[in-house]
């Protein structure tokens, strides 16, 4: 990809916390010397290896999410909490049905090797309920609407990309699991809705930045 992004590694958030410290680069490592008790195996995970990565608003604070194309704000359609809801864009007027949260799961990977820093997105409006791609399903122009939160649901995750004008890219780990090489990211479209497109660095249909409130 062209665009520069900002090099950020990030370490396993810890349950206790909603504060989690960056890794800097430097991964994770044994104490020189460190003994391993019994026979058992210790497996560590270096994050220096996860790629470049952007992080988002913590979790928990409530910020808008406007898009630089349309000038318009990521809506939930009505305020409606039902399973299936659309999620689009529209004016950055006051309401609970354009404001959003973070929640970080942590590190996600493919194959055990290939790893990404992943959120979920909730509404506002309804906090057990996601930001998630219809029926699961990654192709161009899918549909992206609300559905309640599910830690199985690969479509609820997505991966945060820095663009070079500070706005960000929602990229989906669902496409990144099933083939790194296929990014796809949320896309406002022309019409209402938003929806999962290929990735494209010069469209600003792509890049959102976030508003706290």
Known sequence: MSEARKERTFKKPRSDSHHHKRNHGKGVSLPAGAAIAGAAALTVLSLAAVPASAAGPPDN??????????G?????????????????KYDCVPGTNRRWYFETVGVKCRQGTECR????????????????????????????????????????????????????K?????????DPGAQYAIDAGPQYGLRIWPANDSSNAQHWSFIPQ
């Open 117 to 168: 820093v992943t959120y979920r997105v909730h509404t506002a409006v309804a906090p057990n309920k996601c930001v998630d791609i219809k029926n699961r399903h990654v192709e161009t122009g899918e549909t992206i609407n609300e559905r309640s939160c599910d830690a199985s649901a690969d479509s609820q995750l997505w991966y945060l990309i820095d663009n070079t004008d500070g706005s960000t």
């Open 72 to 88: 318009q704000c990521m809506d939930l359609a009505n305020g409606d909490t039902a399973d299936g809801t659309p999620i689009g």
């Open 170 to 178: 929602f990229a989906s780990f669902l496409a990144f699991r099933k």
């Open 61 to 70: 604070l409530i910020f808008r999410s406007k898009n630089l194309q349309y």
